[in-house]
């Protein structure tokens, strides 16, 4: 019980630090292949692939930071791709967006539901395209959500996109259905569907079927979704082996995450466990080695004493 508690302190540390985005994690009822060991930890919306010119726009300075892989952002935070660029934020291993090219992503909300396991995400696409797969969030009663320009688009569980365009806001579903609002308006938008949001006529257009060049956009996406979740999972393995160490080494791993920008928490933290095991990897090779030197030693002078 009281490692557990360490661990868990040690992890709320770094991903609660300051005003850390934070929310409570998926149950482990809701899915079989949730990640989360301690449902106690929070959730935390980490970049978790990124391709080109990727920057951060600071909540409280508005200074725009150059991004970097494993980072943690803050509510309030921008993500801005530029020209040829791409990035891929993660909830969970089951709930992760893919922000394209020229976009301009606010994380806007990111809670704890006030019963329950739930929680409640909200990005807010401030310019072009996100992509969103949203597994089924069971009994949990989390939301998640994308909103641009007043429109709403709300999920349980799909896969699905939503674009800016000049005068419209564009909604792709993939699998599973996105309710989609604007002030009193509501359309349902299923597998294979399109609808948009027209600001000119202060309407949503009729459906339509999505287009072939969409369909091949979603598998572009499935390509590389499976390096995200690869990425997720061995950084996962890596901060689940804080269990395997004992109580004094937590706390200087704690000691030294202070030091560094709490942005930057989760990835030193991996890095960090990297080097401590590789220590003891290589202190336990020192040992061995030493054990056989020793026992070669006994042996040479067992037998110089038979002669």
């Known amino acids: 019980m009281g490692a557990m508690k360490k661990i868990t302190s040690v992890l709320a540390a770094i991903l609660t630090f300051g005003t850390l985005l934070s929310a409570g994690t998926v149950s482990a009822k809701e899915t079989k292949s949730s990640p989360q060991k301690n449902p106690a930890l929070p959730l935390q919306y980490v970049l978790q692939d990124i391709h080109g010119n990727v920057m951060i726009r600071d909540k409280k300075t508005g200074k725009l930071e150059k991004a970097q892989e494993e980072q943690t952002l803050f509510a309030g935070d921008e993500i801005i791709t530029q020209s040829g660029a791409k990035a891929s934020l993660t909830l969970n291993k089951n709930t992760m967006v893919h922000i394209s090219e020229k976009s301009d992503v606010k994380v806007d909300k990111l809670t704890r539901q006030k019963e329950g396991s739930g929680f409640l995400s909200r990005l807010k696409l401030l310019g072009g395209k996100i992509l969103s797969e949203v597994e ?172």
């Not at 499935?222 to 706390?251: G, H, M, P």
């Open 136 to 307: 089924k969030l069971g009994e949990s009663k989390s939301t998640f959500e994308i909103s641009s320009g007043g429109v709403v688009c709300g999920v349980r569980g799909t896969a699905f996109e939503v674009e800016t365009k000049e005068n419209a806001v564009q909604t792709n579903t993939y699998h599973g259905v996105v309710e989609v609002q604007k002030g009193g308006q509501t359309q349902k938008v299923g597998e294979n569907q399109n609808v948009d949001f027209a600001f000119d006529q202060d309407t949503f257009l009729p459906k339509r079927t999505l287009t072939r060049e969409e369909r091949d956009n979603y598998q572009r996406w499935l390509t590389q979704k499976a390096v995200v979740e690869r990425k997720f999972i061995e950084r996962q393995v890596v901060l689940d082996s804080i269990a395997n160490l004992s109580d004094e080494d937590q706390n200087e791993l704690l000691q030294k995450l202070d030091e560094g920008n709490p942005r930057d928490r989760l990835k030193n933290m991996r890095e960090l466990l990297q080097n401590k095991f590789k220590q003891k990897r290589e202190s336990t090779l020192r040992g061995i080695h030493e054990d056989a030197a020793k026992k070669r030693d006994l042996n040479n002078r067992l037998r110089l004493n038979k002669k």
